[in-house]
């Protein structure tokens, strides 16, 4: 047990949303949550151990901050804990994956180009645009044309161009830091899944403590 000497002995913490670690990784303190305390006291506690993956986890862990508050407690008795943010943290074990396939890559890429491709196609038919482009290019030449690609290989470059502005990346390069419509709709469902698992955790705790 390790004691803490003097007046300005208080300790902040907050915990992180989520964290990712390998297996059999041991998981300090430092890794779930940010901590503001003195200089001499801040390296111990960041070396502070607080979980030890092993095998009979899965890959999603719960650190509680209740759990982070008693072990601090049990190692630094004399501290004044003050615990801010979120009162979980989520661990998420990452397990080595086989590498995919080039032919299941290509077979993958394919189908949803083709996907994607039909989609657009069917679009254009709800909406008769090949129609609506005949009827503008007879307005503005005077002339009727069953293929007018005056405005068909203009509109065809604007919708690919239209569609790397709306993701916001040409291949793996981002072209301002705005995030994208996907990746507000990924940042949300992502939060709703961490809501849920949260949940999840906490009602099986309960359920643990009730049947000893």
Not at 30 to 58: G, M, W, Y
Not at 179 to 184: G, N
Request: proline share 4%; net charge neutral.
């Amino acid at each position: 047990m390790l004691e803490v000497n003097g007046m300005e002995n208080t300790v902040y913490i907050r915990m992180r949303n989520r964290v990712q670690v390998k297996s059999n990784d041991t998981v300090f303190l430092r890794d779930v949550a940010q901590i503001i305390s003195r200089d001499n006291l801040h390296e111990k506690l960041e070396c502070l151990p607080v979980h030890k993956v092993t095998t009979k986890d899965n890959n999603i862990i719960i650190i509680d901050v209740m759990m982070v508050i008693r072990l601090i407690s049990k190692a630094f008795p004399t501290v004044d804990i003050q615990a801010i943010g979120p009162p979980q943290t989520i661990i998420e074990v990452m397990i080595k994956r086989k590498s995919v396939s080039i032919p299941l890559f290509i077979l993958v890429w394919f189908l949803l180009f083709v996907g994607s491709a039909i989609t657009i196609m069917n679009f254009h038919e709800d909406v008769s645009m090949q129609a609506v482009q005949q009827r503008i290019y007879t307005i503005i030449t005077g002339k009727q044309e069953w293929k007018p690609l005056l405005f068909q290989i203009p509109y065809s470059f604007g919708l690919g161009l239209g569609m790397i502005l709306f993701f916001n990346h040409f291949f793996k390069k981002r072209i301002n830091e705005e995030p994208s419509p996907l990746e507000v709709e990924m940042f949300n469902y992502q939060q709703s899944l961490d809501q849920y698992v949260i949940l999840k955790e906490n009602k099986e705790s309960v359920r643990r403590l009730d049947d000893d």
